[in-house]
Each structure stands twice: as C-alpha cells, then as structure tokens.
C-alpha cells in the first residue's frame, strides 16, 4: 500500500500526558497537512508543509501543539498536557505540488484523553 | 456564517433508488471544489476535484457536477457499498495564499438492500 501512513491508529492518555503522532506521506508527495476531525463535524484544517517548511498554521494549532517534517518526508504532530477537549481523529493528507489541488488522506489517529 | 453547507445532514435510500446530495458554498474566488467519501473511523477517500462551473466528473455511480453556488452528488442505482458519509470541501482565494480546505459537515448515507 503506497498510501498516506499513520500511527499510531489509536491513542488513549491521562489528560496532562504529551502525546506524538508520525505521518508518513505519499512518496514524492511534497505538500502535507495535518487536519483534526471530531465527531459529526468535517475535518478542520490544522497546519501544513510544503518539503520541510511549515507555511501556514491554523489558529486552531494551540502553544500546547507542535509539528515538524524535518527532512521534508515523514511528519510529527505532537500534543503536550493533552485536554479532554483534544479527543479527536487526527489527519493527516499529502498532494503533489503540480498535480492539482487534491489532497489524500490517511486513515487517520484516534485520541481519547481520559 | 457556515461556508459550506451540506444537504441532507443524512439520507436513507433503498438501493436502486437514485438521488442526489448537495454541497452550496459561499466562498468567491473558487479554487477547487472535493469531494471525500467517509467511511466509520477511517479517514476521507478521495472521490472528485471540480475547478470551474459546468464542470462534471464521473466514476462508477457516482456524478459530480458544480455551478457558481453549488455542487451535486449524484449517485445512481446506488448499492448497500455505496453506505458512507460523503464530505464537500471547498478551497478559495480570499484564503489568501492559505491551501486550506474548508469541509462541510458532511451527508451520512444509508442505502438499504
């Protein structure tokens, strides 16, 4: 499966704990973003990256959220003292610059703060 | 104010029973209209991209067609597989340069055999 990769599928912490996601995109896929979906809602934009420069963040993206594509290929999205209000579906998509605007995504990570 | 708006927020159909979802946006300056379909618990499959009004695009039973104010899903003879939640999502140019998409909430499906 050449898709767009996530892990871990499903995370569960005690509220205040700092939790990590990988995003591995589609291969030659220089564009990556990185959306939060919660339940009956669409996915709501969070951050993206274009190779290793993150170009745009959403006001959603709190101090307590960080992500990095260090060498322009895999990316972290970290969520430091996690909050009840931060269980959600994590998503991460890739495109191709040149290739449109469409975005793929993967499956998404599941975070239940408890 | 919702820029996208889905409708029917949910949709029961018995399968060969053809209808149509719609997706209305108020953004100006459209750069692309998408269409993702939902599966529970998984994240949203590509389906279409559309750039411009008149456009249409086909796959399967699946026709998606797009005017100045709106988009259409139309799916014919749908089966019990074709049970998801279908998402729109727009991106605009009064984003600025942003490469945002904005979703609407989403059609949840229901075809019945």
């Known amino acids: 499966d050449t898709g767009v990769s996530q892990d871990p599928r499903h995370k569960i912490t005690k509220r205040g704990q700092n939790v990590t996601f990988r995003c591995d995109p589609i291969?030659?896929?220089?564009?990556l973003y990185w959306y939060r979906q919660t339940l009956g809602q669409g996915p709501e934009f969070l951050t993206y990256?274009?190779?290793?420069?993150?170009?745009?963040k959403s006001r959603l993206l709190s101090d307590r959220f960080s992500a990095e594509r260090p060498k322009g290929s895999f990316s972290t999205l970290e969520i430091q003292r996690t909050e009840q209000g931060d269980s959600a579906m994590y998503l991460c998509?890739?495109?191709?610059?040149?290739?449109?605007?469409?975005?793929?995504f993967g499956e998404g990570s599941w975070l239940t703060v408890v | 104010e919702d820029q996208v708006t889905q409708s029917p927020e949910a949709l029961r159909l018995q399968e060969g029973e053809s209808s149509s979802l719609n997706c209305s946006y108020t953004?100006?300056?459209?750069?692309?209209l998408f269409w993702y379909r939902q599966d529970p618990g998984k994240g949203p499959e590509f389906l279409f991209t559309?750039?411009?009004a008149g456009e249409e695009k086909e796959k399967e039973r699946l026709k998606a067609t797009l005017t100045k104010k709106e988009s259409f899903l139309h799916i014919t003879a749908p089966k019990p597989e074709d049970s998801a939640t279908y998402l729109c999502?727009?991106?605009?140019?009064?984003?600025?340069?942003?490469?945002?998409?904005?979703f609407g909430k989403g059609t949840k499906l229901t075809v019945n055999p």
């Open positions: 998509a890739s495109g191709i610059r040149g290739g449109g605007n469409t975005i793929y």
């Open positions: 990256f274009q190779n290793e420069a993150q170009l745009e």
């Open positions: 999502a727009v991106q605009a140019i009064e984003y600025g340069g942003s490469e945002k998409l904005v």
């Open positions: 291969s030659e896929h220089n564009r």
């Open positions: 559309l750039y411009s």
């Open positions: 953004v100006s300056g459209l750069r692309g």
